[in-house]
């Protein structure tokens, strides 16, 4: 049984806490709740309790969880507390599952990786991205050459959060302040990482640098301003409670004026931001964050090599040279959607064997499965699929974008965390059902 | 009658001429025909012949056409060949259609503006994508506000050239040298045109700056070596000609040679250029060029506002605050295609009324359209809709790619063709039906 200190309880931290009680328990042992809100500490409690009967440790201070004995830490905490309590952990011996976010600065990254090498604990990204059925799949295509030698792959991260962006005062979201304070490809893993993986980055390749642009930041400031109406208005009728995403929070003149103060500044992150990545072997990466314009969900992923290219936008796969295929070339539409057939061909060993029980957890069953990579990877005591020099480098495309947009989009060089070791790498055989290499 | 001189007829010449031979002789008359080789010139003459019973003058020296007494020259000559041409047809008094290219420097861009400011003579740039039919539905989907304030587009010449660039030396076609001479955005203006007028270019906004990264090259290489083999199959079995899109050459040991000489070099042009645009009102564009990777065609259109957006990829509108739209958040899928319904509702005024006739000619009738444009402006004396202020700022991207990449993608200033005009500009009705501000 493993034994999980569990840092952070606001909106993921929930949602995987579920997912880890209602998926893994018999194999893992949530031993402590820590966040820095009181009542956080006790819904975690009290979810821990009601399904296992037994109640964790709760505290609001993390250097507890990092004094006890547990085999784990998952940091699940706002994007700022990342770094600082991975490196808190593997000084204290606990090894590290930690949420995707973005880094603020290389030192942090630098940090990160020099204290896992320090100290011989791992580190991982829980990039559930990695593990998407579809991710996964295109995965196999790639190591199979379905296209050819690869030379350029695009991602985005294409959400539309101007609600969870606006409302970040009433629910304690750390969104609000990073839209109001920074300006970056703030949330650039979902993307990159199964990209970094059909790249072999860190692995044979790596990012060598980036230039990124930012828009003009429009769609916040619209939303934020007519949403403010609204919440006038639920105020002028005496509503006292507002609800979002399933949850109520208090409300009241004193929360009004917190949303209007925090949303009445200037917003800095531009609405969208693109980034050019070129690695060691000359392929390259394109970025797109596109998080506060109204816009269907989506992942952007797409890979062109030298015999075909895959596009998640219109879920198509074009291979050359298949005759049907060539006819496609001033007819694409014709193959929109054919990926269905080539995900059901190309399906993952790991989505094989385990894609019913994820069906029924969180985000489409990436959840599941990256969870599962962590606890396998815990069990076995090897290396995890997504480590620290992973962590650090996906991490460090946030405060390099900034500083790129910061000087009008100079290229800037993206540190070998590895400090060399890309080049020498040679892939060996762990064991693990759901290693990525 | 407009009476015209006829600069070029490669590919895209000899296709021009017919279309304007089925669709514009009563209003134009093609009174000279001019290349640098004599067969195309005979060729053209023999066209002109067929279809008009009159002979136009033939030379292979364009200084003759300068002289005659023509209303306007068309230039379809190689890409090389289009300022200069420009430049001698304004200082002889003649009006220029110029078709699209990409620009080889800044100073060729800015001798086009000051020859056509010094000699009063205009010259319209012939980029039919900007009539495309999806591309006028969705400018007229901008102007009445669909999508709210446009904040960003994107762009795309995705078009699988392999052969077209391979097979240069035997169909003496320019794109050739290109790719074994240069790394840039090659060809910027199918893509940019239409976005420069959703983004009011030139017309109370510019394009300020430009990054542009390059990928490694190695689409053209594989596919030009595999084609070798299939040519020196066609020797040995002693075939004396090759047929490329309908047309017949002569091939023999020498062809062959010249094949495999002009493509055992350096490829230079990367199979993917990635272009980031920044504007004067903070609005930003990405350009894409892939030419040389098996690819349906596409031109990668999408524009995103602060109340929707368009994509061509999947033909999708999406609006805010639709409540189908809303449930479309992580079901997009459902709403590809429906660009259909959007393009009947919001169709332009020219392809309502002149769809019809547009249809039976080429490039699903933007070249029809853009014909229409260009003898519109010349019977009416009026401005070309896209004038030589257009042609330089679009073709200018070309040079400054090439310049960012050289670089390793650092920023370039987009200089201000107008000369500060943009920002004066007030909008004129000239009557023309065809104007696209």
């Keep these: 049984m493993l034994k999980i200190g569990y840092l952070g309880m606001g909106n993921r931290g ?12 018999d194999r ?35 250097d507890d969880v990092m004094k006890m004995d547990v085999d784990a830490v998952m940091i699940m905490a706002a994007w700022e507390a990342h770094i600082p309590l991975a490196i808190d952990a593997m000084k204290a011996g606990k090894l590290v599952g930690m949420e995707v976010a973005g880094a603020y600065s290389i030192d942090d990254c630098y940090r990160l990786v020099h204290t896992s090498e320090e100290t011989g604990i791992g580190c991982m990204l829980l990039e559930n991205c990695c593990y998407g ?4 799949a295109v995965l196999n295509m790639v190591r199979e050459g379905l296209f050819g030698e690869i030379v350029h792959c695009d991602g985005g991260y ?40 059909v790249l072999n980055i860190n692995r044979g390749n790596r990012m060598v640098s980036l230039v990124s642009v930012a828009s003009k930041a429009r769609g916040l400031k619209e939303y934020a301003d007519a949403h403010g109406k609204v919440l006038r208005n639920k ?26 103060k925090a949303n009445s500044r200037e917003v800095k992150q531009g609405d969208i931001v693109n980034t050019i990545i070129t690695c060691a072997d000359g392929s390259t990466i394109t970025l797109t964050l596109d998080t506060t314009l109204p816009r269907a969900y989506s992942r952007g992923f797409t890979v062109k090599g030298t015999k075909g290219m895959y596009m998640e936008d219109n879920n198509s796969v074009y291979i050359d040279g298949d005759a049907d295929m060539e006819k496609a070339h001033f007819g694409w539409q014709k193959y929109w959607d054919n990926g269905k057939e ?39 005591k090897k290396p995890f699929p997504i480590d620290v020099y992973d962590a650090a480098a996906w ?23 590895t400090g060399g070791k890309w080049a020498m790498y040679k892939k060996e055989d762990h064991g693990l059902e759901f290693a990525l290499d």
């Design 158 to 197: 294409c959400h539309d959060l101007r609600t969870e962006v606006a409302i970040g005062p009433i629910t304690k979201h750390y969104r609000n302040r990073n839209y109001y304070s920074r300006n970056g490809e703030n949330y650039p893993t979902h993307e990159l990482g199964p990209i970094a993986k």
């Design 395 to 417: 991490m460090s495309i946030t405060c390099l974008s900034e500083e790129s947009i910061a000087h009008g989009g100079m290229p800037v060089a993206i540190p070998d965390f």
């Design 342 to 380: 080539f995900e059901e061909k190309y399906r993952h060993s790991v989505w094989q064997k385990y894609g019913e029980a994820a069906a029924t957890s969180g985000h489409d069953g990436m959840d599941y499965m990256v969870l599962s990579a962590f606890f396998e990877a815990l069990e076995k």
């Design 28 to 62: 893992v042992e949530i031993a402590a709740i820590c966040d820095v809100y009181e009542d956080r500490v006790q819904h975690g409690i009290d979810m821990v309790k009601e399904k296992t009967g037994k109640a964790p440790v709760g505290t609001t201070n993390s």
């Design 133 to 136: 059925k579809t991710e996964l």
């Design 235 to 260: 105020l002028d009728k005496g509503e006292t409670s507002v609800s979002y995403y399933g949850r109520n929070y208090d409300f009241n003149e004193d929360v009004y004026n917190e949303y209007v």
């Design 14 to 25: 929930t949602y995987v806490l579920g997912n880890i009680l209602d998926c893994f328990k």
